[in-house]
Nanobody, 127 residues
Framework: QLQLVESGGGLVQPGGSLRLSCAASGFTFDYYAIGWFRQAPGKEREGVSCITSSGGSTNYTDSVKGRFTISRDNAKNTVYLQMNSLKPEDTAVYYC????????????????????WGQGTQVTVSS
C-alpha cells in the first residue's frame, strides 16, 4: 500500500528554518518525481516544490524561490524540504505526494493519479 509520512513541522519564528521529511513506502520510490504541497487555512492546496526521480531537476513556486530547497535520498526513500527565512505566509499543513513528470523530463506539481494525501505536517511561523 502506498504510504508517505511527513514529519519535521513545528512552530518557528519568522526568519527561522525547518527541515521537512517525507518518508515513502509501498511503491517504487525512485521511479517517481515527488512534490511538496501546502494548504493554509481557508485556502486551496498549492504546489510548493517538486523534484524528479533522480533528483536532477527541481521546481519551486515563486513565493519560495531562494528560501526553500528540495532534495531526495533514494536509498532512504525520503524527500526533504529545507525551509529557510520562513515567513508567516508559509504557515500551512505541508504534504508530499508523487507528481507527474513532463515530456521534457521535468517535474510538474500535479499529483500522480494514484497518490493519496496523508496527514501532513503542520508548519506555523509566528512571533
Amino acid at each position: 500500500q502506498l504510504q508517505l509520512v511527513e514529519s519535521g513541522g513545528g512552530l518557528v519564528q519568522p526568519g527561522g528554518s525547518l527541515r521537512l521529511s517525507c518518508a515513502a513506502s509501498g511503491f517504487t520510490f525512485d521511479y517517481y518525481a515527488i512534490g511538496w504541497f501546502r494548504q493554509a487555512p481557508g485556502k486551496e492546496r498549492e504546489g510548493v516544490s517538486c523534484i524528479t526521480s533522480s533528483g536532477g531537476s527541481t521546481n519551486y513556486t515563486d513565493s519560495v524561490k531562494g528560501r526553500f530547497t528540495i532534495s531526495r535520498d533514494n536509498a532512504k526513500n525520503t524527500v526533504y524540504l529545507q525551509m529557510n527565512s520562513l515567513k508567516p505566509e508559509d504557515t500551512a499543513v505541508y504534504y508530499c505526494a508523487p507528481v507527474l513528470t513532463t515530456v521534457q523530463s521535468m517535474c510538474d506539481m500535479t499529483p500522480h493519479p494514484f497518490a493519496s494525501w496523508g496527514q501532513g505536517t503542520q508548519v506555523t511561523v509566528s512571533s
